[in-house]
């Protein structure tokens, strides 16, 4: 089946420490995203790329890191310098068409203990 | 910069009344427009998208949308709710990338 793998699906994290999320398709799409979603806060954009070796920051990038050395994956690490990394982590991917939707994985749950 | 507004973060309404989630966005040019929907600790699902074909859009269970340029909106209705579609809806708008409202929780009171 087409889509798209998130994992793991909660993680725990010591505070001090990086940390990477793993994002994976085979939906053969170009476009990929990584969202953070905080209660009442809606979804907002960490980082994009629009083609492999590519990628671009979102609205709140600090803190965070990602590369795209394949068209499948787009990791995303969450380093130390992210002063408060607790949040519900969304990847997802498009076409790169602008009329296509996003596509969503089932999310990351990321706590730092 | 674009923008997608969304009035009222949570909406309350009774099995069988009508759903009415309110989106508007910024822009002078029509973007493309899209609903979600996500139930808890799940990812987001395609409810429906306008992509300057039809000004009304159907989407999956029962829900539908009207384009109104002059207005800027894209609000989200459905005739007869349901208790399966309590849950958060989020409107969203792609340019170069896909910006999202920041979201309306649905409460289906029995």
């Known amino acids: 089946d087409g889509g798209i793998t998130q994992s793991p699906k909660y993680l725990f994290r010591k505070e001090g420490q990086n940390v990477t999320l793993s994002c994976e398709q085979n939906?053969?799409?170009?476009?990929m995203y990584w969202y953070r979603q905080d209660p009442g806060q809606g979804l907002r954009l960490i980082y994009y790329s629009q083609i492999v070796n590519d990628f671009q920051k979102g609205d709140i990038a600090e803190g965070y890191s990602v590369s795209r050395e394949k068209k499948e994956s787009f990791p995303l690490t969450v380093t130390s310098a992210q002063k408060n990394p607790t949040a519900f982590y969304l990847c997802?991917?498009?076409?790169?068409?602008?009329?296509?939707?996003?596509?969503f994985g089932q999310g990351t749950r990321l706590t730092v203990v | 910069a674009q923008s997608v507004t969304q009035l009222g973060s949570h909406v309350s309404v009774s099995e069988g009344a009508l759903v009415l989630l309110r989106c508007n966005y910024s822009s002078s040019v029509p973007p493309y427009l899209f609903w979600y929907v996500q139930y808890p600790n799940q990812g987001l699902q395609l409810l429906l998208k306008y992509t300057s074909a039809a000004t009304l859009v159907k989407g999956i269970n029962g829900f539908e949308a009207e384009f109104k340029k002059s207005e800027t909106s894209f609000h989200l209705t459905k005739p007869s709710a349901h208790m399966s579609d309590a849950a958060e809806y989020f409107c969203?708008?792609?340019?170069?990338?896909?910006?999202f409202g920041p979201g309306t929780s649905l409460s289906v009171i029995p």
């Open positions: 997802a991917s498009s076409l790169s068409t602008v009329n296509t939707e996003a596509f």
């Open positions: 969203a708008v792609r340019y170069d990338k896909v910006i």
């Open positions: 939906l053969n799409h170009d476009a």
